[in-house]
């Protein structure tokens, strides 16, 4: 964001990342990221949020971040020689404007296959640990990936061209 020339303010929201196994992925990343703008909203009435959540979906398996070495190696051996979708969803909301703007983008991610001492080697980076599915294409996980379909800013976290779609739709414009 701060590439785009924008002033903003990180503001962690206060809310449990929970979800149900039946929960349709598009409609799970869209329901927490506006929870999550939500929740910061309360005490910043008059701001425009922009809120946002990232999952990786392999098989139906939702992914969400890794809490120890041992899962970030089951998701990333998961994810080895094989296609997965990562999934955003995003949350524009203003109360002083009453405005509520909520979408997400979905992006195809092809891994390489991988061998167990590259996975033991990037998860001992450090780097899966604060990542959907476990891998950051920004980062060293590019050298796991061998192809996208879709949106790269997707993978990363925060699709900008669906972001200046919502903000088209409220008189914002970041061009």
């Not at 929740?39 to 992914?63: F, M, N, P, W």
């Not at 991610?109 to 001492?117: C, I, K, Y």
Request: hydrophobic share 40%.
């Amino acid at each position: 964001m701060e590439s785009l020339g924008l002033v903003f303010q990180v503001i962690p929201p206060t809310i449990e990342e929970d979800w149900e196994s039946n929960d349709l992925p598009s409609d799970l990343v869209m329901r927490l990221a506006k929870d999550k703008a939500r929740s910061v909203s309360q005490e910043h009435e008059k701001a425009t949020i922009l809120a946002a959540d990232t999952i990786v979906v392999k098989d139906g398996q939702i992914l969400g971040k890794p809490q120890d070495y041992n899962e970030a190696c089951n998701m990333l051996s998961l994810l080895s020689g094989s296609e997965h979708v990562v999934l955003t969803g995003m949350c524009l909301l203003n109360r002083a404007s009453d405005f509520e703007i909520v979408d997400y983008d979905a992006t195809t991610v092809f891994f390489r296959e991988l061998s167990s001492q590259e996975i033991a080697r990037y998860v001992n980076s450090g780097e899966p640990f604060d990542k959907a599915g476990g891998y950051g294409i920004q980062g060293r996980g590019a050298l796991l990936v061998s192809g996208i379909e879709g949106c790269y800013y997707n993978v990363v976290g925060l699709p900008l061209a669906k972001l200046q779609t919502m903000l088209n739709s409220v008189g914002i414009s970041l061009l």
